[in-house]
């Protein structure tokens, strides 16, 4: 029988022992998630015995997170934007950088009625979702090569209510997109092959290579999508991308 602050104290030293970095974070998110409570609740009832279900749930947890799991596809949830998406495996987590994407694409399209945005390379939905969240009409397609991504992207629209208004399509890049868009905005992949090797674990080993290799310069999906994006895009419309530090 053993304590809140105990079992935390457990979490921490796993991960510790494994070299995540943000072990006591970590530890903490994870026990946030296993035993659905929050800081405030967890200082005041910290010297509760945790009831032995959800211990060994949260020790599994954090014996995966140990492995580099991404805490993200663990819990398998992240957050953007402030909404929650589903994650897993079959998509890159969403980066809180990303977000500068969504807003400079909000703050284009403030006064576009009714616009039609895609989403090239969409993963998860995350960009394409929070625009349509923020726009009061507006309408959007999201792109992807991986069936498997294209899956959660759909959940996500789902869940967050823009069933009717989002269509995701398997594609590898224009192949089967059909303008034309007031914009288009993508997150690519973007890592030059030959760096992958150097990522750490959790995004090398577990976030899917084909969202995150850019061949050989990195630049591979810029440059194809630079030179088709005109027979898509309206007379004035927009592309905007995320890109990489390099
Ligand atoms: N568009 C998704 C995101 O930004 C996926 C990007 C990718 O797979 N390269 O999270």
Known sequence: MRTY???????IHLLDAAAIEEAGLDAWLLLEYA????????????????DKK??????EMCAKRAQHIPLQHITGRAYFMGYEFCVDERVLVPRQDTEVLVETALTHLKDS???????????????LLSILKNLKQGTGVGIDISEQALEVARRNAKRLGLE???????????????????????????????EIAQ???????????????????????????????RDYLKEDGALLFEIGAG
């Open 35 to 50: 035993a659905d409570i929050n800081r405030a609740w967890y200082y005041a009832h910290m010297d509760e015995i945790l």
């Open 113 to 127: 009625r009714s616009p039609k945005v895609l989403d090239m390379c969409t993963g998860s939905g995350c960009i």
């Open 164 to 194: 009717a208004a989002t269509t995701f399509v398997l594609s590898d890049l224009f192949e089967k997109a059909q303008g034309p868009y007031d914009m288009i905005v993508s997150n690519p992949p973007y890592i030059e092959t030959e």
């Open 5 to 11: 602050k105990e079992v935390l104290e457990d979490g």
């Open 54 to 59: 959800t211990e060994s749930r949260y020790l």
């Open 199 to 229: 990522l750490m674990p959790e995004v090398r080993d577990h976030e899917p290579r084909l969202a995150l290799d850019g061949m050989s310069d990195g630049l591979y999906y810029y440059r194809s999508i630079v030179s088709q994006c």
